[in-house]
C-alpha cells in the first residue's frame, strides 16, 4: 500500500527558500510520476509541478517557472520540490500525488491535473510571509 508523506514546510519571508520532500513507502517510488500540488485558502488544489517516472520529463505552472525546481532521488524513495524567491501568493497547503505508470501513455509523461493522480500525501503547509 503506497503511502505518501510530505515535509519541508514552513514559514518564510518573501524571497526564501524551501524544499520541500515527499517520501514514499509501500512500493518503490520509481514506478510513479510525481505531482506536486498547493491549495493556498478558499481556493481549488491546483498543479505547480510534476516529474514522470523516468525522471527525464518535468512541467511547471506559469506561476513556478524560473523558481521552483522538481526532482526525484529514488535511492531514497523521495520527490523533492526546491522553492526559491518565493512570494505570499505561493502560501498554501503542498501536497505530492503519484500514478503508476501502467495509468499513463508513458514513463516520460506526467500531469499538472489532479484527477489523474490515485494517491496523495496528506499536505505540509507553506506560509510565505513577513
Known amino acids: 500500500h503506497l503511502q505518501l508523506v510530505e515535509s519541508g514546510g514552513g514559514l518564510v519571508q518573501p524571497g526564501g527558500s524551501l524544499k520541500l520532500s515527499c517520501a514514499a513507502s509501500g512500493i518503490t517510488l520509481d514506478s510513479y510520476a510525481v505531482g506536486w500540488f498547493r491549495q493556498a485558502p478558499g481556493k481549488e488544489r491546483e498543479g505547480v509541478s510534476c516529474?514522470?517516472?523516468?525522471?527525464?520529463?518535468?512541467k511547471y505552472a506559469d506561476s513556478a517557472k524560473g523558481r521552483f525546481t522538481i526532482s526525484r532521488d529514488n535511492a531514497k524513495n523521495t520527490v523533492y520540490l526546491q522553492m526559491n524567491s518565493l512570494k505570499p501568493e505561493d502560501t498554501g497547503v503542498f501536497y505530492c500525488a503519484a500514478i503508476n505508470f501502467r495509468w499513463v501513455p508513458s514513463i516520460d509523461y506526467c500531469s499538472a491535473s489532479r484527477d489523474e493522480y490515485h494517491h496523495w500525501g496528506q499536505g505540509t503547509q507553506v506560509t510565505v510571509s513577513s
Open positions: 516529474i514522470s517516472s523516468s525522471g527525464g520529463s518535468t
